[in-house]
Every structure is written in structure tokens, then in C-alpha cells.
């Protein structure tokens, strides 16, 4: 039995799980192949016995090595779903101070969103007041202009008059009309 080899052994045990197939034509067709193995290996039923009970320790062997291979990578996972685990919830924290930092921040906006309304006004309000200061301060100097140059018209005009008076009063008026006919 130790003569196998394990290529044989694979052959072998893939023509097994066909024998235990649902479909009776592939059955039946491996369990004829097993048997002409048989026949031509000169393995006989109590051959494939001690094969079977000898691969068994093995089988044993092979199980307990992926026991322990699957016992590492558990704890591997589970260490590594506590580390995940960890970070989640540092995560959730900076996610939760940030949230609350940025209500803070959106307070703190919408405060100075207000302050500046009122600013706005404010200063919309103190615009309006100088340009009515402006307008009451322009009306007095209008008068005063108005005033003024009134005041000169009636001062050129006596003047004028002065002038012509005077004028009369020294040079005599000669009589132009006998020249014009």
C-alpha cells in the first residue's frame, strides 16, 4: 500500500465522490473505472480497507493542523475586529465633537449673520440721517446764496441808476433829434 502514489490516491478519490453521484450512468461508469483499477493495480477490497484505515491517522494529522491554522487566523480576525472595533468608536468620537463643533460654528454664524443685519440697518439708518442733515444744511445755503445774489442785482442795478444820475448831471443832454431829419 505505501507503493501509491499520491496523484493515484487524488485519481482515486475523485473517482469515489463520483460513485456517490445522484446520476446512475456517472455511478455506475465509476465504479466500473474503480473496479478495472483495482483489478489492474491488484488491490483487492481489503487492500482499499488498510489504505482507508491507514490514510485516517493522516486525515486525523491534516485536520488537527488545520485546526490549529484556523485557531490563528480566528484570533487574527478577532484581534482584528477588536482593533476595528477600537477605531470605529474613536472615529464615532471625533465624528461626534466634530458635529458638535460644527452646531457651535453654525451658532456662532448665524449670530454674526444677525450682527450684521443690525449692522446693515444701522448703517442704512445713519446714511439716511446725513443725508437729511445734508439736505436741512444745503436748504440754508441756498437761501443764504439765493440771498446773495439777489442782494447784487438790486445793488447793480441801484448802482446803475447812481451812475446814470450822475452821469446826467454833468454832461449835458444834447439834443440829437434836429440831426436826425
Do not use: C, W
Amino acid at each position: 500500500m505505501s507503493q501509491m502514489d499520491p496523484r493515484e490516491i487524488k485519481i482515486l478519490s475523485d473517482i469515489l465522490a463520483l460513485v456517490l453521484e445522484d446520476q446512475k450512468g456517472q455511478s455506475e461508469t465509476a465504479l466500473e473505472a474503480i473496479k478495472a483499477r483495482a483489478r489492474r493495480d491488484g488491490i483487492t477490497g481489503g487492500a482499499l480497507k488498510n489504505l482507508f484505515q491507514a490514510l485516517a491517522p493522516d486525515i486525523d494529522r491534516l485536520t488537527a493542523a488545520r485546526k490549529a491554522r484556523e485557531d490563528t487566523e480566528i484570533r487574527t480576525l478577532e484581534s482584528t475586529i477588536h482593533t476595528l472595533r477600537i477605531q470605529l468608536h474613536d472615529r464615532g468620537e471625533v465624528l461626534n465633537r466634530m458635529e458638535h463643533n460644527l452646531r457651535i460654528v453654525r451658532g456662532n454664524n448665524e449670530n454674526l449673520k444677525s450682527q450684521l443685519h443690525v449692522m446693515q440697518t444701522a448703517h442704512a439708518e445713519a446714511r439716511h440721517m446725513l443725508s437729511m442733515k445734508m439736505m436741512e444744511n444745503s436748504y440754508p445755503r441756498l437761501m443764504i446764496i439765493f440771498v446773495a445774489v439777489m442782494a447784487g442785482l438790486l445793488a447793480g442795478i441801484a448802482g446803475t441808476q447812481l451812475f446814470h444820475l450822475f452821469y446826467t448831471a454833468f454832461h449835458p443832454v444834447t439834443d440829437n433829434a434836429r440831426y436826425l431829419y
